[in-house]
């Protein structure tokens, strides 16, 4: 007579459902990842831009090729507020995804604690079967030597 948990099949799937959340996760994370490096970047080129608009004011340059830079600066903005936003929701995306793996980690642990509790009741319960064996040879044995 072996150890068989009542709820294997549960605990394989909470197992496999929580492997799932976690590949999410990840990619949620990689996704939040490469967003904020591009929006790093722009803000990196929207700085130099900046600093090139300043230097050409500062040097009396032409008031078209300033006002060039503003429009490249103004565009920058516009898509730095479009990756921020989209920052935003890989962030959240991120946060939700994460709250999922954490309860389905405790929920993964619940059955394995209760997998657990089952298969220490069950060895206690072979050890007092056992216990009943052995009485009953040692009667049997004690009850033949008397016989004899």
Request: glycine letters at 4%; aromatic letters at 8%; zero cysteines.
């Amino acid at each position: 007579m072996s150890f068989q948990f009542r709820m294997d099949q549960v605990l394989d799937y909470k197992h496999h459902e929580k492997e799932r959340t976690h590949k999410e996760y990840m990619e949620s994370q990689t996704i939040f990842e490469e967003v904020g490096y591009e929006l790093y970047g722009l803000l990196k080129k929207k700085e130099v831009l900046i600093e090139e608009q300043s230097q050409r004011i500062q040097h009396g340059e032409q008031v078209r090729n300033i006002q060039q830079i503003n429009y490249f600066i103004d565009r920058l903005d516009g898509q730095v507020k479009l990756l921020q936003m989209k920052l935003q929701q890989a962030r959240d995306t991120m946060n939700q995804t994460h709250e999922r793996l954490v309860n389905q980690t405790i929920d993964v642990k619940k059955y394995e604690k209760l997998k657990e509790k089952q298969f220490d009741r069950y060895q206690e319960y072979v050890k007092s079967e056992e216990m009943k064996i052995t009485d009953e040879l040692a009667v049997l044995r004690h009850t033949t030597n008397g016989i004899r």
